[in-house]
């Protein structure tokens, strides 16, 4: 499956961004979902995961109650919805897709299909 992942770009600490991922070539609703991120030099990591139909989903701990990860299958698309955004959330973001459980979104060396990323910057 190829994604194609958009949304990103500067915004002030306390604003909202959200992000979209769309599929082509293969339909998502087999997939788990995912969002990761990378800042310069640091390891690409785990921000959500949602399940394939949608009623399950993870978050890390510093984006939980402000990031919310959601599916629309029928439009074969992945959001992210970012609020109240902190200059440490700036990063690219990715999105990812696997064929396998949500519980295999966490780390990125299980992830099968990435997304290009998109610049997300934060300022203070």
């Known amino acids: 499956v190829q994604l194609q992942a958009s949304g990103g770009g500067l915004v002030q600490a306390g604003g909202s961004l959200r992000l979209s991922c769309a599929a082509s070539g293969r339909t998502l609703s087999s997939y788990s979902l995912g969002w990761f991120r990378q800042s310069p030099g640091t390891e690409r990591d785990f921000v959500a995961a949602i399940d394939r139909s949608g009623s399950s989903t993870r978050y890390t701990p510093s984006v939980k109650g402000r990031f919310t990860i959601s599916r629309d299958n029928a439009k074969n698309t992945v959001y992210l919805q970012m609020n109240t955004l902190k200059p440490e959330d700036t990063a690219v973001y990715y999105c990812?897709?696997?064929?396998?459980?949500?519980?295999?979104?966490?780390?990125?060396?299980?992830?099968?299909?990435w997304g290009q990323g998109t610049q997300v910057t934060v300022s203070s």
């Open positions: 990812a897709a696997d064929l396998g459980s949500i519980a295999t979104m966490y780390n990125p060396n299980w992830i099968g299909s």
